[in-house]
């Protein structure tokens, strides 16, 4: 049996080779183009039911004609690439087997420029023409039918080899091929008329957003996160990418030069950070439209919304409240619904927040105590759960804190709808006397707004602006 099943992979991996549209070698791929294309189709319905399409047709339409050009100078010209834009506040793009790409309103509203979107386009461009998400798939399910073997092999039950190669298809990549696409989307942006230094703009741009979220990190006590590896796998002075630039000017022919760049007129109007529907923080508010309901945090306090989560955070992360909602199944009350979650509770507590009914207590959960609460809203249920970051430490020194946000909740106010709109971008004409300082004093966004003015207009940490240059604000 063991030599049947020896004879059975090697032939498998015999014939599971393919030949790479880009190096014209043979590549070990475990998929067919068709089934390539499927597996796009199928990943890109489960994306759209994840992500909401941002809302302007305009802007789609121009995003989709910078992408369809710079994929006809591409290794896979014959495939039909889909450019979407998602409407995430996440500094992040990708893209799917088949020419299905992303990019995030988050990303975009950091770019300057219509040659530093091609650059993100065309570096997503080369991880589908250089097949890098099939060749990840390909790999995980050899893993997997190995790890089988061997499990059979040993008289257990075989793993889950589709779980493990889906999860390897939407992963970071590693360096390698992370240059490579770098190396791709540069030859394909300069053949479209760009120049391949945008890509080092880009990186300048998401390097920035790297040490800006260590940072932030670090105020919250969290890990910092990154755009999909790339920029991690990339120093700032990365040799190996230099070269990679200066060579495609050596090597390929430049298309024709573009007249005029209107990046900045197509993004006029972009939401800027939450979208109407996730609601609208302003400094220590949190405004939603949609749901009827404010919240407030303490002046030290942070607020982060997050797509299934409102988290109101300490300084330095030590207390964390935490806000989900449920709909409603049953007919009962605040506290049968606790209870029915609910063990281990102490302290407990009918309240009425503001019209609201609603239950809390105190409970042991994983080795320490938290607040815990719950609020009922029309045919929906708001539930509470407030911890600390050191489980050694007393709730009580932060449980005033959690009370306190949870007896904010109540419905806006008539003149309070208005500030449940976005943020959005607008350009802005440098005067005589402004700095990022005088500028931020007069912005909306929620949270450290000299640093994200200077981020959006690529300025960060601590560039001075010149007078009549024409940058991004928020409104």
Same mark, same amino acid.
């Given at each position: 049996? *063991? ?29 067919? &183009? ?18 909401? $399409? ?30 979407? $834009? ?23 509203? =950091? ?22 998400? $099939? ?65 080092? &703009? ?161 409970? =042991? ?76 004093? *007069? ?19 601590? *560039? ?12």
């Amino acid at each position: 049996m *063991k030599t049947k099943l020896l004879i059975f992979l090697s032939l498998g991996l015999l014939c599971s080779c393919s030949v790479n549209p880009v190096t014209g070698r043979q590549d070990f791929v475990m998929i067919s &183009e068709n089934q390539e294309i499927q597996m796009g189709r199928e990943y890109n319905s489960q994306i759209l039911k994840q992500y909401q $399409v941002y809302k302007d047709q305009r802007l789609q339409e121009y995003v989709q004609s910078i992408g369809e050009s710079l994929a006809l100078k591409s290794h896979r010209p014959n495939l039909v690439y889909r450019f979407t $834009v998602l409407d995430s506040p996440d500094i992040n793009a990708f893209a799917l087997p088949g020419g299905y790409i992303y990019i995030n309103r988050g990303l975009m509203s =950091y770019l300057s420029t219509e040659e530093e979107l091609a650059a993100v386009l065309g570096h997503e461009i080369g991880h589908v023409t250089a097949r890098h998400s $099939v060749r990840q798939y390909s790999q995980a399910q050899l893993m997997g039918i190995l790890s089988t073997a061997i499990e059979i092999n040993s008289g257990r039950t075989a793993g889950n080899i589709a779980n493990l190669a889906s999860g390897a298809l939407l992963s970071g990549y590693g360096r390698d091929m992370e240059l490579e696409a770098d190396d791709l989307g540069a030859q394909y942006i300069y053949q479209d008329g760009y120049s391949p230094q945008g890509m080092y &703009e880009v990186l300048s741009v998401l390097k920035d957003q790297e040490i800006y979220s260590k940072k932030i990190a670090e105020q919250r006590g969290q890990e910092p996160r990154s755009y999909h590896g790339v920029f991690a796998s990339h120093p700032s002075n990365d040799l190996r990418l230099q070269e990679v630039l200066d060579n495609v000017g050596n090597s390929f022919q430049m298309g024709e030069k573009k007249e005029e760049d209107t990046y900045l007129e197509k993004i006029e109007g972009m939401v800027f950070g939450d979208s109407e529907q996730s609601g609208i923080r302003r400094g220590n508010d949190f405004y939603h439209g949609p749901l009827n309901l404010y919240m407030s945090s303490p002046d030290t306090w942070e607020i982060i919304n997050t797509p299934n989560t409102l988290i109101f955070i300490s300084p330095f992360g030590e207390a964390i409240l935490e806000m989900t909602l449920e709909d409603l199944n049953f007919k009962e009350t605040p506290e049968s619904y606790m209870k029915r979650f609910a063990s281990n509770t102490f302290e407990d507590q009918n309240i009425v927040v503001n019209g609201f009914e609603g239950f809390t207590s105190k409970a =042991y959960r994983s080795g320490r105590t938290v607040r815990m609460a719950v609020l009922f809203k029309n045919d929906q249920v708001y539930q509470f759960i407030g911890y600390l970051k050191d489980k050694y430490s007393d709730i009580d020194q932060f449980d005033e804190s959690f009370l306190k946000i949870i007896n904010s909740f109540r419905k806006l106010q008539n003149d309070e709808f208005s500030l449940s709109k976005p943020l959005r971008l607008t350009s802005y004409k440098v005067k005589k006397g402004d700095t990022y300082k005088t500028l931020a004093s *007069k912005s909306s966004i929620n949270i450290n707004a000299e640093d994200q003015l200077r981020l959006i207009n690529g300025d960060y940490p601590n *560039k001075s602006l010149d007078e009549g240059r024409i940058i991004k604000i928020v409104k």
